[in-house]
């Protein structure tokens, strides 16, 4: 996370934190996404199925519908 701000002041382009693939597990994506909003990035990205457990592929590091709702509200929240 400490890159976030490096990397903006450096390049001057838009920064956006993969808190899927970042953390690998699906709990730790609403701490990392909120985490990395605070230290400036531009936005997140997430991975969102309708049923984690039975994805091909990053099952466990996705959110289902309800689990992002809850993400977007919590954003939301923190940002006044």
């Known amino acids: 996370l400490s890159a976030v701000p490096i990397m903006k002041q450096e390049t001057g382009l ?12 699906r709990e730790l994506i609403k701490p990392m996404a909120l985490a990395a909003l605070a230290a400036g990035a531009d936005g997140i990205m997430v991975e969102v199925h309708k049923t984690p457990e039975t994805a091909l592929s990053d ?16 954003i939301k929240n923190a940002r006044g």
């Open 14 to 25: 838009p920064v956006i934190v993969d808190t899927s693939h970042g953390t690998g597990k």
């Open 59 to 74: 099952g466990h590091q996705s959110l289902d519908f309800k689990q992002y709702e809850m993400l977007v509200e919590a």
